[in-house]
């Protein structure tokens, strides 16, 4: 029987002595997690808070964080340090008073302890927003070189099969660059989870079928794509089943390269692919992983504040799978 996706990424990082940070440390979810990590010795979590309501709090729910570590920003022996770094970090956007005021926010100190190599990743947003929980990556971490946004993806998933989809978090209307942006960055999560990219652009349009400016979009999206990275197997614009059924695509793109077997799935709006996922999740069957954010120099991922200590556990191997590739 095929390992569960999340047991390969146990195989992965189990050992390799990883840290996650998790700054909403009084959170049942949170705590529950955190506990499970610890114990199966995966990875250490670093919870971000006052030590004593912590204990308090997972006394309460008679769970386990010895093996966790927790750190109190105001006491926290490196602060002076954390301070001098985020004033250099934002060139100037920031005072040595503002900085101070940031890093008693467990999303700030938290993003910090990662850009100051002092964990390998982060997971936040079980209480926070998305943007609280983005927007310290993006003024601390910052996008790769060569990349101008991050993006959301998710992993779905049903017994043995897995697709991405992207963006379904993040970028409300891309434009051409954007998308062959997502495409490309999709392609390397694609790779983390053992999915051998072969991306499909999305539209309500096949090959022209149709012609408005939402599809050349798409179409200059493609060509954009293919000329910076000739290696991917990518082709569109496609509606879905001419993207991932072998007997239509037969017959509305029967000279393209992906011939029906589409593994990754570019939309073309974040309308279209946050309810792509939703149907495909709730008519569907199949788990919904994620957002994962991707482009970023070092991980940070977004809890939904619907989510359950299981998703908590599920993304917090999926951000220190990202550290360590």
Do not use: W
């Not at 992993?155 to 989809?165: L, Q």
């Amino acid at each position: 029987m095929k390992e569960s996706l999340f047991d390969e990424l146990v195989d992965k990082i189990k050992g390799k002595g990883q840290s996650v940070v998790f700054p909403e440390a009084t959170d049942e979810r949170i705590l529950t997690a955190a506990s499970q990590l610890a114990a199966s010795g995966i990875l250490t979590p670093i919870l971000i808070g006052d030590v004593k309501e912590i204990s308090q709090r997972a006394g309460e729910l008679d769970v386990d964080i010895s093996s966790c570590q927790i750190i109190n920003p105001k006491q926290y022996e490196n602060f002076d340090l954390m301070v001098e770094t985020l004033v250099d970090r934002r060139k100037g956007k920031a005072t040595k008073e503002q900085a101070e005021e940031m890093l008693l926010d467990g999303n700030y100190f938290g993003t910090m302890l990662v850009y100051m190599n002092q964990a390998d990743g982060l997971v936040s947003g079980a209480t926070h927003s998305t943007a609280d929980t983005v927007r310290p990556a993006l003024q601390i971490i910052k996008t790769k070189e060569g990349v101008k946004r991050t993006s959301g993806v998710f992993v779905m998933v049903r017994d043995d099969e897995r697709y991405i989809f992207a963006d379904c978090a993040i970028n409300i209307s891309p434009e051409a660059e954007d998308l062959a942006e997502i495409a490309s960055e999709s392609a390397k999560t694609a790779s983390l989870f053992d999915v051998d990219p072969r991306i499909a652009m999305l539209s309500f349009s096949t090959k022209g079928s149709a012609k408005s400016p939402e599809t050349e979009k798409v179409t200059e999206a493609l060509e954009i794509a293919k000329e910076k990275n000739q290696s991917l197997v990518i082709d569109g614009e496609f509606q879905f089943d001419a993207a991932f059924v072998p007997s239509v695509a037969e017959k509305k793109a029967p000279d393209s390269v992906l011939k029906g077997d589409a593994n990754v799935f570019i939309f073309p709006s974040l309308e279209a692919g946050n309810i792509g996922y939703k149907i495909a999740e709730r008519l569907g069957g199949f788990e919904a992983v994620g957002p994962i954010l991707q482009g970023l120099n070092k991980p940070v991922n977004d809890l939904s504040r619907g989510c359950n200590a299981d998703d908590v556990y599920k993304l917090a191997l999926i951000t220190a799978a990202q550290a360590d590739a």
